[in-house]
């Protein structure tokens, strides 16, 4: 049984960074396909980032450059790490896994076999 447990959230000002931390309780990350997604209530779940197990990052527009994915074979952890945070970027944040190949491209919620239980990041102006 695979479970994806986030951490990190908090609420801060713009311009200031945080860093999530998924952690994957079960089989190893080191040959999946993780990714960050979040939600605006209200909106549609959207992806943010992808990490491929090839490592070609996928970010989202509004995220790249501020947000970077990586992960922790050792810790069998993902993280993402974001700068400049903005009001926009305020949402509940989830990282998911894909079991199946290929990975890259598949940003869809039905995309993905396991989720986290999301954890919120409210930025103020």
């Known amino acids: 049984q695979v479970q994806l447990v986030e951490s990190g959230g908090g609420s801060l000002q713009a311009g200031g960074s945080l860093r999530l931390t998924c952690e994957v309780i079960?089989?190893?990350?080191?040959?999946?396909?993780m990714a960050w997604f979040r939600q605006v209530t209200g909106t549609e779940r959207e992806a943010v980032a992808q990490?491929?197990?090839?490592?070609?990052?996928y970010y989202a527009d509004s995220v790249k450059g501020r947000f970077t994915i990586s992960k922790d074979d050792t810790r069998n952890t993902l993280y993402l790490d974001m700068t400049n945070l903005n009001p926009e970027d305020t949402a509940t944040y989830y990282c998911?896994?894909?079991?199946?190949?290929?990975?890259?491209?598949?940003?869809?919620?039905?995309?993905?076999?396991?989720w986290g239980q999301g954890t919120q990041v409210s930025v103020s102006s």
């Open positions: 998911a896994r894909r079991i199946f190949h290929p990975c890259r491209g598949r940003l869809a919620l039905g995309d993905y076999d396991y």
């Open positions: 079960g089989p190893a990350i080191t040959i999946n396909c």
């Open positions: 990490l491929p197990h090839d490592g070609a990052t």
